[in-house]
């Protein structure tokens, strides 16, 4: 599984790197122009992600706005449904309206609470077919 | 005053992390970064910068959550709300809460590292 880790504070981003280094190779953006970019570049490559694992509240270009790109990117090279990469965003207790969000319009495929819990991470990419 | 209990969850926090190394590690990554999330945080606020000082809590925010303190977490959500309102009263007010407990967090995270390095 290569994934992509989008996240922009420290601590929460080593989190991710520990719970998801487990599955295979990952790489990190810091915010969600990278995220773009890193998503384009891989695909260029050949060596798409199986999974963009994306938090919301991002300086510059946010998640929901990453989400967005990144779907307008693979519609407009011809992917959809089972093609599309995998998308956990990941949000904030105290920021419900973000994921309706995501999940209506952006076309993300499941969500986390921060704290991120390994447990539930695990079943998410259970859930997702991941793992 | 607040006790240990109050301010930060140990044994809750281990089990998200699912083990005892990855909770050490964190813990070190919150002490590198907390001061200087409060350090952008506390400029921004007396320069009322409150953009900048909008992002600084909302890291710090999540940092608290990751470290199991959801004394500091809830205060650094009173800071980003009353930055979003813009209320200049209530950020000076909530931010001294938020500066006392968050060193009360880190003081007792520092103990647990040490209690951690001297069982090894």
Known sequence: MKTLIVEDEFSSRKILE????????????????????????????????????????????DGQEALKQIRAYEKDKGVVGFGEVK???????????????????GGANSYLVKPIDNEQLNQELKNLGLI | MVDNQQIFEREQVIQRLGDEEVFKEIISVFLETCPQYMIQ????????????????????????????????????????????KQDYTSIFSRFSDLKENTQALQDILVQELEKNQNKT
Not at chain 1, 91 to 101: H, R, S, Y
Not at chain 2, 53 to 60: E, F, G, I, P
């Open chain 1, 18 to 61: 520990k719970f998801l280094g487990k599955y295979g190779k990952y790489e990190v953006a810091v915010n969600g122009q990278e995220a773009i970019d890193s998503f384009q570049m891989a695909w260029e490559e050949k060596e798409p992600y199986d999974l963009v694992v994306l938090d919301i509240m991002m300086p510059n270009v």
């Open chain 1, 87 to 105: 998308v956990i965003m990941v949000t904030a207790l105290d920021d419900p309206k973000n994921v309706v969000e995501a999940f209506y319009e």
């Open chain 2, 41 to 84: 945080l506390e400029e921004a606020i007396q320069a009322k910068e409150l953009s900048d000082a909008q992002k600084a809590v909302h890291k710090l925010k999540g940092a608290a959550s990751n470290v199991g303190s959801d004394l500091v977490r809830d205060n650094a959500l009173s800071v980003e709300q009353a930055i979003e």
